[in-house]
């Protein structure tokens, strides 16, 4: 499975970025995919998730109100549209496939995981 994210970069506070992860359209078929971000020193943390087949939804409460996670059939992507960036925000945000258990907040519930896409947001 190859999970290829995209879309970061170094911004200012109150900017916009869209993380994109596009994957085969099997993967993209088959399963529930999400975001979580590591801060430098941080353990890494969820960010949100789309269920398989885009029944449902979860973001984080840090990022509620600023986020918008949703799949592009399309393009058999996975897309973080993040809005009102603040300097918190900076991470490696890496793309994640194959969510099984009960939550998908928690890490180790993920199969894949992909390379990560750097987001620097500056004050």
């Known amino acids: 499975v190859q999970l290829q994210a995209s879309g970061g970069g170094s911004v200012q506070a109150g900017d916009s970025l869209r993380l994109s992860c596009r994957t085969s359209?099997?993967?993209?078929?088959?399963?529930?995919m999400g975001w979580f971000r590591q801060a430098p020193g941080k353990e890494r943390e969820f960010v949100g998730a789309?269920?398989?087949?885009?029944?449902?939804?979860w973001l984080a409460d840090s990022v509620k109100g600023r986020f918008t996670i949703s799949r592009d059939n399309a393009a058999n992507a996975l897309n973080l549209q993040m809005n009102d960036l603040k300097p918190e925000d900076t991470a490696v945000y890496y793309c994640?496939?194959?969510?099984?258990?009960?939550?998908?907040?928690?890490?180790?519930?993920?199969?894949?995981w992909g390379q990560g896409t750097q987001v620097t947001v500056s004050s």
């Open positions: 359209r099997r993967t993209f078929n088959s399963y529930s």
């Open positions: 789309v269920q398989y087949g885009g029944g449902r939804t």
């Open positions: 994640a496939a194959q969510f099984v258990g009960s939550s998908p907040m928690v890490q180790s519930n993920w199969g894949y």
